[in-house]
């Protein structure tokens, strides 16, 4: 099978167009060393990936929670260098889980923008049935954090129902485990905590606990999540001998 083309690189405009955000913050970013520097063509142009749209969705969500600029250098810091555009994705989908709602409305000539390309009426409805976004009065919510990843699978050969089905397994097991875990929290560690307290400050502890756990435990189902579908691929798609190795 041939090597999927490689998306096309983008200037400092088409960059800027496609995050949502001014040249000028792109250039700012820069000089904050928040985002890598471009790969210099010819005429001495800059060019970006699509690790650095990334990274400005990941920028933009670290600012939507409250983070300072020095805060937001710290956290990237942190993270490896050879991260890929996906693994900043998950890492922009991590961060976004605790927030209140991470869609936007926009018209539909703002979601093309986004999206970097035509969106037909068709790919409109793949993307709605991957809940990406849903059809406003005014023209769609959109998850800007997912966005790029259901763009990316819109030339993916899968059937609008499997998109569908898979959708449905989705949300229904992953309903299935936040309802236990509430259930054990509440049991195991709410319960005892507040049995018997009349303490407003404590009860207010325990909610912001309950708050800051809430990333660490869909790291925890993204991690586990990972490994169960590297093993179930390999259990379903291994020759005999077992040569088929997944992608971590």
Same mark, same amino acid.
Request: hydrophobic content about 35%; proline content about 9%; charged content about 30%.
């Given at each position: 099978m041939a090597d999927q083309a490689? /998306?096309?690189?983008l200037t400092v405009d088409e960059l800027a167009a496609? %995050? +949502? #955000?001014?040249?000028? $913050? #792109?250039r700012f970013y820069s000089t904050r +060393?928040?985002?890598p520097p471009p790969v210099i063509g010819p005429r001495r142009v800059g060019h970006y990936g699509p690790e650095h749209l990334s990274r400005l969705a990941l920028i933009e969500e670290l600012q939507h929670q409250g983070m300072t600029l020095s !805060?937001?250098?710290?956290?990237?810091? %942190?993270?490896? @260098? @050879?991260?890929? /555009?996906h693994d900043l994705a998950i890492h922009r989908a991590l961060v976004a889980s605790w927030a209140p709602d991470a869609a936007q409305e926009i018209a539909r000539t703002e979601l093309e923008?986004? !999206? +970097?390309? $035509?969106?037909?009426d068709t790919d409109v409805r793949r993307l709605a049935a991957m809940n990406v976004l849903a059809v406003s009065r005014d023209g769609f919510r959109v998850d800007l954090g997912l966005l790029r990843l259901g763009v990316a699978l819109l030339d #993916?050969?899968?059937a609008h129902e499997t998109i569908l089905a898979a959708r449905k397994v989705l949300t229904e097991h992953t309903r299935s485990v936040a309802h236990e875990l509430t259930a054990l929290f509440r049991d195991e560690v709410w319960g005892p905590f $507040?049995? +018997?307290?009349? @303490?407003?400050e404590r009860v207010e502890s325990m909610k912001a606990l309950s708050a800051h756990m809430q990333p660490m435990v869909v790291q925890a189902l993204v991690t !586990?999540?990972?490994?169960?579908l590297r093993e179930e691929l390999k259990a379903a798609f291994a020759p005999e001998g077992g040569r088929f190795t997944p992608r971590d």
């Open positions: 490689p /998306e096309p690189m496609r %995050a +949502g #955000v001014t040249v000028r $913050t #792109v +060393g928040l985002l !805060a937001i250098e710290r956290y990237l810091d %942190a993270l490896p @260098d @050879d991260l890929s /555009e923008k986004r !999206a +970097g390309r $035509t969106l037909s #993916v050969p899968i $507040t049995e +018997g307290e009349s @303490d407003p !586990a999540f990972q490994r169960s």
